[in-house]
C-alpha cells in the first residue's frame, strides 16, 4: 500500500512520467502499450516507469466506487478538536475502516475525518463508540453528506 502521508521531499518528475500519470488520471485501465505509443515510450519502460511511481507512493491505482451502489447509504465529514498531539489522534483515526480520508488541518478543527458508513446507526456507534473516546479528542462536528456534487481524481500534474 502507497504511503498516505505527504513526504517533504517531493519526487522530481520528468515530462514522460507526468504524461503517464495524466493517462492513468483519465483511464487507470489504459493499457501500457497505448500509453507507451503516445508517450513514445515502450510498454516494458512504461510498466517500469508505472511500477517506480507506485513503489514512491506518487500514484496509487484503485477502483474508486460510489458508496451508494455497494450498499453505504452515509457519508459524512467529521470536525475533529483534539488536546495535546496530533499525531496519535490522527494515526488512530486513520486505522478505522469507516475512515478513508484524514488530514490534520489549521483552522476551525484540527483534523478532518470523511467516513462512509452503511447507515447511520453505524455512524452513530462510529462517533459515540470509537471516534469521541479516543484519547485526546476533546470535541466532534459532523457534516452528513446529503448528495455528492463531485469527486474527481484528474487534477493532472505540475
Given amino acids: 500500500m502507497a504511503p498516505t502521508t505527504a513526504s517533504t521531499d517531493p519526487v522530481r518528475l520528468d ?5 503517464i500519470i495524466e493517462h492513468l488520471q483519465e483511464d487507470g485501465r489504459r493499457s501500457y502499450a497505448t500509453i507507451g505509443r503516445s508517450v513514445g515510450l515502450s510498454e516494458a519502460a512504461v510498466r517500469q516507469r508505472v511500477q517506480r511511481l507506485l513503489d514512491a507512493g506518487v500514484v496509487q491505482i484503485v477502483a474508486v466506487t460510489d458508496p451508494l451502489q455497494v450498499g ?16 496519535p489522534v490522527g494515526d488512530a483515526l486513520a486505522a478505522l475502516p469507516e475512515v ?10 484540527d483534523l478532518l475525518a470523511e467516513v462512509v458508513c452503511e447507515d447511520d446507526d453505524q455512524l452513530l456507534a462510529l462517533l459515540s463508540d470509537r471516534i469521541r473516546t479516543l484519547p485526546g479528542v476533546r470535541s466532534t462536528e459532523t457534516f452528513v453528506y446529503l448528495k455528492l456534487n463531485k469527486q474527481h481524481y484528474n487534477w493532472g500534474t505540475r
Avoid: P
Wanted: aromatic share 10%; glycine share 12%; hydrophobic share 40%.
Fill in 15 to 19: 515530462e514522460v512520467s507526468k504524461q
Fill in 100 to 109: 478513508d480520508y484524514v488530514v490534520t488541518t489549521a483552522g476551525s478543527f
Fill in 72 to 87: 453505504f447509504t452515509r457519508q459524512a465529514m467529521i470536525g475533529i478538536n483534539a488536546d495535546g498531539d496530533l499525531g
